[in-house]
């Protein structure tokens, strides 16, 4: 198991600005994908964001682009999500999650973080 820890949500005025970040205690993401997804109520889990912890590659879902940026510390093991420009539709419980490069499916989750944007 990896737990993973996240951290940062809060309630955030539309076109305001939050950072997430997640954590595992004890454990490099050395040849993991790390994600973002978010669940808004009533709705389904979506993606938002990955990043390829070996090499920093990126990808975004198309309603995120150029508000959102997904970073790691390697010293710190950590991953962030800077979101920017928020819009009331981002509220959401945001979760991170990881998995091997190799595996299709995400192995690992947190436990989730509450973003609430209000317009």
């Known amino acids: 198991q990896v737990p993973l820890v996240e951290s940062g949500g809060g309630l955030v005025q539309a076109g305001g600005s939050l950072r997430l970040s997640c954590a595992a205690s004890?454990?490099?993401?050395?040849?993991?994908?790390m994600a973002w997804f978010r669940q808004a109520p009533g709705k389904e889990r979506e993606f938002v964001s990955s990043?390829?912890?070996?090499?920093?590659?990126?990808f975004y879902a198309d309603s995120v682009k150029g508000r959102f940026t997904i970073s790691r510390d390697n010293a710190e093991n950590t991953v962030y999500l800077q979101m920017n420009n928020l819009k009331p539709e981002d509220t959401g419980v945001y979760y991170c999650?990881?998995?091997?490069?190799?595996?299709?499916?995400?192995?690992?989750w947190g436990q989730g973080t509450q973003v609430t944007v209000s317009s």
């Open positions: 999650a990881g998995k091997l490069v190799w595996r299709t499916t995400y192995d690992y």
């Open positions: 990043i390829r912890w070996n090499d920093g590659s990126t």
């Open positions: 004890g454990r490099t993401f050395n040849n993991y994908i």
